[in-house]
């Protein structure tokens, strides 16, 4: 299938999802637009669980989560090519060097640039540490690692969540910078939880 080269949107519709313990979203049903959406709610209101389930890493009981044309149940590789959810947390992959660890999501992205994600990496620093065991980094590092990742795959889904927490202040600069950029604001859905005001071009915001 094509995909549109402009306008992406996210459409989520009447969807349901509940832990053992708890229900988090019955019949929710929201769209977002290219650009930023801030997504603001208390702790424990389902901003996480709505940026995992968007980005394929949790699947809802029922209700529909659409990327343009793409149907995450019915179309999940095609739908995942094109979303990256960064939630900075280490990855369950303790066996892979840094280095294998990139060059994994580089093969699951089509059309993704080496190049480009090589000077994200020095931007936040992060180069000497591509020889490492993954279970090495800090979290801070990990955070970085999947923030250069989430700003050089060339994905029309972002999902960001809390995406200055643990950062310094060169890395806080240099994330928003390109976050803010024009060219990513049309060609991006992005979508990002944070307990502070991101400081950000929004283009919506939406409450849980």
């Known amino acids: 299938?094509?995909?549109?080269?402009?306008?992406?949107?996210?459409?989520?519709?009447?969807?349901?999802?509940?832990?053992?313990?708890?229900?988090?979203?019955?019949?929710?049903?929201?769209?977002?637009g290219p650009g930023i959406t801030w997504l603001r709610g208390a702790n424990g209101t389902g901003k996480t669980t709505l940026l995992k389930l968007a980005g394929g890493a949790l699947a809802p009981l029922r209700g529909k989560l659409r990327l343009d044309e793409l149907d995450s149940a019915s179309m999940p590789l095609a739908y995942r090519a094109q979303a990256f959810y960064c939630g900075g947390d280490a990855p369950a992959l303790p066996w892979l060097?840094?280095?294998?660890?990139?060059?994994?999501?580089?093969?699951?992205?089509?059309?993704?640039?080496?190049?480009?994600?090589?000077?994200?990496?020095?931007?936040?620093?992060?180069?000497?540490?591509?020889?490492?065991?993954?279970?090495?980094?800090?979290?801070?590092?990990?955070?970085?690692?999947?923030?250069?990742?989430?700003?050089?795959?060339?994905?029309?889904?972002?999902?960001?969540?809390?995406?200055?927490?643990?950062?310094?202040?060169?890395?806080?600069?240099?994330?928003?910078?390109?976050?803010?950029?024009?060219?990513?604001?049309?060609r991006q859905c992005i979508v990002l939880t944070s307990h502070l005001a991101p400081q950000l071009p929004l283009a919506a915001t939406v409450q849980l």
């Open 1 to 32: 299938m094509e995909l549109k080269q402009s306008s992406p949107m996210l459409h989520v519709e009447q969807l349901d999802f509940h832990f053992a313990t708890h229900s988090v979203f019955q019949g929710f049903s929201q769209q977002f």
């Open 97 to 186: 060097r840094v280095h294998e660890f990139l060059d994994l999501h580089l093969a699951l992205y089509p059309g993704s640039d080496q190049a480009l994600l090589n000077a994200e990496l020095a931007a936040f620093a992060i180069t000497s540490s591509l020889e490492q065991s993954i279970t090495a980094l800090s979290l801070g590092q990990h955070k970085k690692l999947q923030l250069a990742l989430a700003l050089a795959l060339p994905v029309r889904l972002l999902l960001i969540d809390e995406p200055f927490n643990g950062l310094d202040s060169d890395a806080m600069a240099h994330l928003r910078q390109r976050l803010a950029e024009p060219a990513r604001l049309t």
